[in-house]
């Protein structure tokens, strides 16, 4: 062998050591898939980009060597990682295929999403082995979903007795200006008061696109401001230096593996190319472009293996074999078809195949894995005791917690006090802490969390404390309801969560708001609202036992309200999503409404004495389109009622699809009540003067009978 060169002799001495313990110690391995993830930038730089064949290209270059070397020690049968759009190299170490990345990126059918998303925007759906959880486009999102998935593994361990949780780890991978982000420091409080087994793993390249890390944590390094947080170890290093990488990565992952409690690992690396295939990096000097030249890390790699561990022959055969590789899954993808159009549709909800049987998803919720519940009855049991709608949904809660051990209840206040609504009472003595527990104050943590768990397998209920304070977590709910279709089926994530809101005696502009049309907007979400107990107690056993993220909404006045309360329906009892409940019928008009209004409507229709159907939609994702047009043909009217602000409020869209599939039906224009376009107010007077009040909802009815 050659003598090492005196410079370099530390390093290979370190290499040797390396190799002596390492899983990243086969570096011929290593080198070839570095030289993969290179030569796929390559050709996407200089080929595909230009070419237009790839319309949004997102290099690792000088992030790859770090990446690689971690994803060699995601070894566990359970670890989860959560993942951004420049883990390109982390996922083809992980098992992501030559093919699927090209696929992806050249948005082909194969690719992770099949067209439908960036293609560096990459999931890896496993039963076995790293499973890297959907990624997202948001900066930030990836960290809560990942303390989910390890919280999830401590829960399948010690609940479930799944041992090959046991010395499983969750990983998330960011980049430096992702540290300013919500999530970062939601899913930080949640790891370290938790201690859950998380490797935060940051590539600091020292920008956010052109925004200097400085500007994202004062003086510019995560690591050594977080050096005294409680919890957290913390490990700093320069990843242009590939052997002493290696050797911290293998220490902050064995630390975490080995039950240390969460890490985070930094590790400064060039970025080599432009933030994407756009950015002309025209805000670095020329000077900061050479010297991240210098530092590039795989020029570093070489020199520390070759000659001593590898020999330039070797060296050489890697990074021609991977450039082979690459070719050749070039020529196999560039004549795969684009996506199908026809199927563009598909796979915002869960659906069937032609055979009937569930199309599911390949990883999330209890339906992947095929936990079996008991069956459900459309049959209510009409001889129970009469309950109030808080004590429905405890009562739901409660049952499905003891027939599904994948079910977990979290929120603020959930768990001792039994929620501000009550409507946990109880629950946290009876099945214990695990299963019922207090959150922090992050909404963005309590609903990302639940992302990750149902990703691993569980069924999370979390509750926001009230509507308006579900606004933190806008992110992960809409990356919750997208998912499925982003990752066309091979990732859902089905809860429930369940908000209370609307008025109560009295309005405010954060406890009182409906605004429940901001979920229809919001794709791939249900949305169930009852009026009475017994619906409630169908609608969120239907929910809970079911494949699909859903909102279920508990109108705050329902809650004690006589009117809601109803015999309790039985264990068993379920409510079908999308069938509105016919409560009275009638030939003069429609009326067409939901939640706390149902009751107003039904007065209202008392005191007016005028023939109608008064349809309760129930839920509104879906809503009973059917029913709707098949009452409003027969009467030829109709009203809309609800609380939610009028301006685009769903009243809108339901007159939108009447006026289109029944205008030759209609006597009379649709009208619309609702509430203005102004908050909800405190006093009640002034509530009683914008909400849908019973007069209000019976002189509406006399006008358009009259016409
Ligand atoms: C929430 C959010 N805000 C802004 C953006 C636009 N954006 C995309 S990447 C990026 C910079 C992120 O930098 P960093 O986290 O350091 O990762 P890097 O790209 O350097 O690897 C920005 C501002 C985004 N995608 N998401």
């Not at 005791?385 to 049952?399: D, G, K, W």
């Amino acid at each position: 062998m050659a003598a090492i060169p005196q410079k370099h002799a530390k390093d290979a001495a370190q290499v040797a050591a390396q190799d002596a313990k390492s899983p990243a110690a086969d570096w011929r391995t290593v080198v070839r898939q570095i030289a993969i993830s290179r030569a796929l930038d390559d050709l996407e730089e200089t080929r595909l980009l230009p070419e237009r064949k790839v319309l949004y290209q997102f290099s690792a270059r000088g992030h790859d060597v770090t990446q690689v070397l971690l994803g060699r020690q995601l070894t566990g049968a359970r670890d989860g990682v959560g993942a951004y759009y420049r883990s390109r190299p982390l996922l083809l170490t992980l098992g992501l295929s030559v093919d699927e990345a090209l696929a992806s990126t050249m948005m082909k059918v194969g690719g992770m999403s099949e067209g439908r998303d960036i293609g560096v925007v990459f999931n890896l759906p496993r039963k076995k082995g790293a499973c890297v959880l959907p990624v997202c486009g948001g900066v930030g999102t990836q960290y809560t979903p990942a303390v989910g998935w390890a919280q999830a593994l401590r829960y399948r361990h010690s609940t479930l007795g799944d041992t090959e949780c046991a010395d499983s780890i969750a990983v998330v991978h960011g980049g430096d200006a992702s540290t300013a982000t919500n999530g970062f420091w939601a899913a930080l409080n949640i790891v370290t008061t938790e201690r859950l087994p998380l490797l935060f793993f940051i590539e600091d390249n020292a920008y956010g696109i052109s925004v200097p890390s400085k500007l994202q944590t004062p003086g510019g390094n995560i690591a050594k401001n977080l050096a005294a947080f409680r919890g957290l170890r913390v490990l700093d290093g320069d990843g242009s230096d590939p052997v002493g990488a290696a050797t911290l990565i293998e220490d902050a992952v064995r630390g975490v593996r080995s039950g240390g409690g969460p890490a985070l690992l930094r590790l400064t690396v060039p970025r080599l190319s432009g933030h994407s295939g756009q950015d002309t990096q025209a805000y670095k000097s020329a000077a900061a472009i050479q010297s991240e030249r210098d530092r590039d890390p795989f020029k570093r790699l070489r020199i520390q293996l070759v000659p001593e561990i590898l020999s330039e022959g070797d060296w050489d055969a890697e990074i021609e074999s991977a450039q082979a590789i690459v070719a050749g899954a070039l020529e196999r993808v560039d004549g795969l078809p684009p996506p199908d159009p026809a199927g563009v549709r598909r796979f915002v909800f869960s659906e069937s195949r032609d055979d009937g049987l569930p199309d599911i998803q390949a990883q999330g919720g209890i339906w992947a894995d095929r936990v079996s519940l008991p069956a459900g009855t459309t049959q209510a049991d009409s001889q129970g005791p009469r309950i109030n709608l808080v004590t429905a949904v405890r009562r739901t809660l409660e049952r499905e917690l003891a027939v599904n051990p994948r079910m977990v209840i979290f929120g603020e206040d959930v768990g001792q006090k039994g929620g501000v609504h009550a409507a946990t009472l109880g629950l946290q003595e009876k099945f214990g802490t695990a299963r019922v527990f207090d959150t922090s104050l992050s909404e963005e943590g309590i609903i990302g969390r639940a992302v990750g768990m149902a990703a691993a397998g569980l069924m999370p209920v979390p509750e926001i404390q009230f509507r308006k304070y579900a606004d933190p977590a806008a992110e992960q709910l809409n990356d919750c309801g997208t998912m499925r279709w982003r990752t066309a089926n091979r990732f859902a994530a089905p809860m429930v969560v369940r908000i209370p809101g609307g008025f109560f005696k009295c309005g405010d502009p954060w406890h009182s708001q409906s605004n429940e049309v901001q979920w229809l907007h919001g794709v791939g979400w249900r949305l169930a609202m009852p009026s009475n107990a017994q619906d409630a107690v169908g609608l969120l056993r239907s929910a809970l036992r079911g494949n699909d993220p859903t909102i279920f909404f508990e109108h705050r006045s329902l809650l004690d309200a006589s009117w809601a309360r109803r015999p309790y329906p039985g264990d068993e009892f379920i409510v079908p999503f999308g069938k509105a409940s016919l409560l009275q019928a009638g030939n003069a008009v429609t009326v067409v409404t939901w939640g706390a209004m149902v009751e107003r409507c039904e007065l209202a229709l008392r005191r007016t004495e005028i023939s109608a159907d008064l349809l309760d939609l129930r839920t509104l994702s879906p809503w009973d389109r059917e029913a709707t047009l098949k009452s409003v043909r027969k009467t030829r009217r109709c009203l809309i009622v609800h609380e939610d602000t009028v301006t685009a409020g769903f009243g809108a869209e339901i007159a939108a699809v009447l006026a289109k599939d029944a205008f030759f039906d209609l006597d009379a224009p649709i009208e619309r009540l609702a509430m203005p376009d102004v908050p909800s107010p405190h006093n009640p007077v002034l509530l009683d003067a914008v909400l849908p009040s019973v007069a209000a909802i019976a002189s509406a009815l006399a006008a358009l009978v009259a016409i």
